[in-house]
């Protein structure tokens, strides 16, 4: 593939119509959509899968492709799924007019260059959660979805189920059956054990073409144990817990409990570190984040410290783990990974409510990306960019928060703004949890400054914006991998 050409191909083709050409989709329902799926890790796995029950239930949708930098990985998935092609680079993807979508389930680093590649190239998109590692990249794969005109669906399949939203959307704001809504708690505690720390840099495998894996990430030395998937705890190429499971919860919680009305949280700080384990991870492996709404505050918390004595335990938690508890003046609204449930004052049950699990979610929503496709129709998607977009600013500016971290006082925390919901609590159960496990959080947390965001702007402003805004004005790019920038006429 020569790069040169495939900029020229893309850019005749984008010059040509913001639509898709006629041979790839031309919106007839009798078009069958071709998938390429980029990446054959766990999420490429699933969305490969998904493709091919998918076409054996009937439906005019066929994986194309798979495309994987690694060999090996390549090789098992041309066994497993029997794709009509394989491909060794993304470039080759998009530069292949018989593919008319790709699914993005590569590294973070990846997701905004590839995506915008795609949609130049003609290409509908669906890409894995979470959406960026800044908000300039984010920006720009957003405007390329408007530009380009092209089905853009993000990976929180949480969001896939419009009855159940519906359902759930009714009872809590029309009826209004818990009355106000008073605070937020957000949970997902789940071991994470070291990724490794090397007294020399990692060795990649031969069968890894580690330059377009790096992509437009840095090409830093890496002190970890192997090169995939603990990619999520490096700055460079992951968002660690927040992006991660946060991505899926804090969407979820701003559909159902704000109805999307709250697109970026007013002000947040962070508390945090990396507890209990030395390894080159940099991400925090704990960490509670206050997200200041406007009205009843939001507080998200995760651990991954493990129980000395019990493998796989980590610090216990009120509510669904993963998942959120929305208080309530009349009672709680649980939302685990799966079904959700309301209680009363007293914690009886007064109503269950059927939201899709994590498999039918997966399934559902790759379909309707699909359906989408086929009808040409963006605004059929359950889970269109914009929400994405708006999600990404409340993970990343958690992590911007926590970066930008000082000393640590639980009193300091506190005293930060004047309903700080139930972060006092979870700071508290941490407490207890790490004094089981010989670790003192006030030698090893950090807290940050509290930060604030101007909705019409989306930057930071007032006090330490500066550091906050040099952070999430990231342009990544590398050599012939640099994310571009898109503007909108």
Request: neutral net charge.
């Amino acid at each position: 593939m020569n790069r040169r050409h495939f900029l020229a191909s893309s850019a005749a083709l984008a010059a040509a119509s913001v639509f898709p050409a006629p041979a790839l989709i031309a919106g007839s329902p009798n078009e069958e959509v071709r998938v390429c799926v980029l990446g054959n890790g766990n999420k490429g796995r699933e969305h490969s899968s998904i493709m091919n029950r998918l076409a054996a239930a009937g439906e005019p949708y066929k994986l194309a492709g798979i495309c994987e930098v690694d060999s090996v990985r390549l090789d098992q998935g041309k066994k497993a799924f029997n794709p009509a092609k394989t491909f060794t680079d993304p470039r080759q993807v998009f530069d292949d007019p018989e593919i008319d979508a790709v699914v993005i389930a590569t590294p973070n680093h990846w997701h905004c260059l590839g995506g915008i590649w795609a949609m130049q190239a003609g290409k509908h998109v669906y890409v894995e959660k979470p959406l960026c590692l800044s908000f300039w990249e984010g920006q720009q794969l957003f405007n390329a979805s408007r530009k380009y005109k092209k089905c853009v669906q993000i990976g929180t399949q949480m969001r896939t189920d419009r009855e159940a939203h519906a359902e759930v959307k009714k009872f809590l704001h029309e009826e209004k059956a818990l009355g106000k809504l008073l605070a937020v708690r957000v949970n997902r505690y789940f071991v994470r054990r070291p990724i490794g720390l090397r007294e020399t840099p990692l060795t990649v495998q031969p069968e890894v073409n580690y330059n377009l894996w790096l992509g437009p990430a840095d090409d830093l030395p890496l002190y970890r144990n192997q090169l995939h998937y603990d990619w999520h705890f490096m700055w460079n190429t992951g968002n660690g817990e927040t992006g991660n499971w946060g991505a899926h919860l804090l969407d979820d919680c701003r559909n159902d409990i704000f109805c999307n009305q709250i697109s970026l949280p007013k002000r947040v700080f962070s508390c945090g570190g990396r507890l209990g384990i030395k390894d080159a991870g940099e991400t925090p492996n704990t960490m509670f984040t206050y997200f200041d709404t406007g009205s009843a505050p939001v507080i998200f918390g995760f651990s991954g410290v493990e129980d000395k004595e019990k493998r796989g335990a980590t610090c216990p938690c009120v509510g669904p783990n993963p998942g959120y508890i929305a208080y309530f003046e009349g009672g709680t609204y649980q939302k685990p990974w799966g079904p959700a449930a309301a209680y009363d004052t007293e914690g009886k049950k007064i109503r269950d409510f059927k939201t899709s699990d994590y498999g039918a979610g997966a399934y559902n929503h790759l379909k309707n990306f699909c359906d989408s496709v086929r009808a040409n129709d963006p605004a059929n998607l359950n889970g269109e960019i914009q929400v994405g977009w708006d999600t990404s600013f409340w993970y990343n500016s958690a992590n911007v928060a926590y970066r930008l971290g000082g000393s640590w006082s639980k009193e300091k925390a506190l005293a930060m703004t004047a309903d700080t919901g139930t972060l006092g609590e979870m700071i508290d159960d941490m407490k207890k949890y790490l004094a089981t496990q010989e670790i003192a959080m006030d030698e090893t947390f950090a807290l940050s400054p509290m930060l604030t965001l101007d909705e019409t702007t989306r930057r930071f402003v007032g006090e330490n914006a500066d550091e906050a805004n040099a952070l999430m004005d990231r342009r990544p790019g590398r050599g012939d991998f640099v994310v571009p920038e898109v503007k909108l006429d």
